[in-house]
């Protein structure tokens, strides 16, 4: 099987791919503060909350795909501001109360969750994406449905939260292949009267 380090090395993920475009259409709202990026890979939305003025960590186990983080970080003038974490996520322990985003796209940590959702500060960010089961033919993503969300988990997932957007559609990934894709951002707060943010249109 190939691994992410040789993904990575031979080109075939895209080496520095733009950000999420749900995330940055919504992080204006976000807190200021401090970020995690989980299963980061080239660290595209890592970079972007760091240029956002956010003190970034980005964690994920390939050292070649940090590597191409490092570089892309560099590149942005946002070197000082990534730490950058070689670790195996399924075990790595989440600091509580730490973060005021947190990112976890395209990979399935739905059973981080728990600790995910405890390392947001109060009113934190929590933003999620990754693959859907889907009757459409898609080209990308993981080749059983075993690691894809089916139909309304993601949402359901994060119903402890106050989730301000939830979308499932077709959409074109960076490297110009079609994907099913669930997207969530959800806050750390409860009850029946909260502010909303103002985000621009799609
Ligand atoms: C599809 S890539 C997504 C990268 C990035 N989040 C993005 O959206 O471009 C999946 C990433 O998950 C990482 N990964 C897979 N299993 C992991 C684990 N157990 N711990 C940490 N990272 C892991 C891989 O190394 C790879 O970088």
New binding site residues.
């Given amino acids: 099987m190939t691994t992410?380090d040789e993904r990575?090395r031979e080109g075939e993920?895209p080496q520095d791919?733009d950000p999420?475009p749900v995330l940055e259409r919504y992080v204006d709202a976000f807190p200021d503060g401090r970020a995690l990026?989980v299963?980061?890979?080239?660290g595209?939305?890592a970079v972007f909350l760091a240029a956002e003025g956010y003190a970034v960590d980005a964690?994920?186990?390939?050292r070649e795909?940090l590597r191409i983080a490092r570089a892309n970080a560099a590149e942005r003038g946002v070197a000082d501001a990534v730490e950058f974490v070689q670790?195996?996520?399924?075990s790595y322990g989440f600091p509580a109360e730490t973060y005021e985003v947190i990112t976890v796209?395209?990979?399935r940590a739905v059973d981080r969750f728990p600790d995910l959702k405890e390392a947001l500060c109060p009113g934190g960010y929590f933003f999620v994406q990754h693959h859907l089961r889907s009757t459409d033919p898609t080209q990308s993503g993981p080749s059983t449905d075993r690691y894809r969300f089916a139909a309304n988990e993601l949402l359901h997932a994060c119903l402890d939260l106050t989730v301000v957007h939830y979308d499932e559609r077709t959409e074109t990934r960076p490297d110009g292949r079609t994907a099913a894709v669930a997207t969530v951002v959800a806050r750390k707060t409860t009850g029946p009267r909260q502010p909303y943010p103002r985000v621009p249109a799609e």
């Fill in positions: 992410w990575f993920y791919p999420s990026d299963a980061t890979g080239t595209r939305n964690v994920d186990q390939s795909g670790a195996d996520v399924q796209s395209f990979y």
